[in-house]
């Protein structure tokens, strides 16, 4: 998928959170950086992964993404390859 641990916990919290998530409730969620959480919503973004209701130019922080079509599928596919992870580590 070419995603990185940023990526994957973004798609993590708002798949958990279908109302949608600002990057400061992100960054609060996920114990990071607000660049680190504003890049990566940029670049899933781009990747049609996210979308932002009610944007204003210039407020990504303070808009509410949510998952696209896209999004919730590409992580559902990644729920699945973790779980499968787990399972295959726990039986080693």
Avoid: P, W
């Avoid at 990185?4 to 993590?12: D, I, R, Y």
């Amino acid at each position: 998928f070419g995603l990185s641990g940023n990526h994957v916990m973004c798609l993590f919290y708002l798949a958990q959170h279908q109302e949608g998530l600002t990057a400061a409730q992100l960054c609060q969620l996920m114990s990071v950086n607000k660049a680190a959480v504003s890049r990566a919503m940029a670049e899933l973004e781009e990747k049609d992964y996210i979308f932002y209701m009610n944007q204003e130019e210039n407020k990504k922080y303070r808009a509410v993404a949510r998952l696209t079509v896209t999004g919730f599928a590409v992580t559902e596919q990644l729920d699945e390859i973790i779980f499968l992870k787990e399972c295959f580590e726990q039986v080693r």
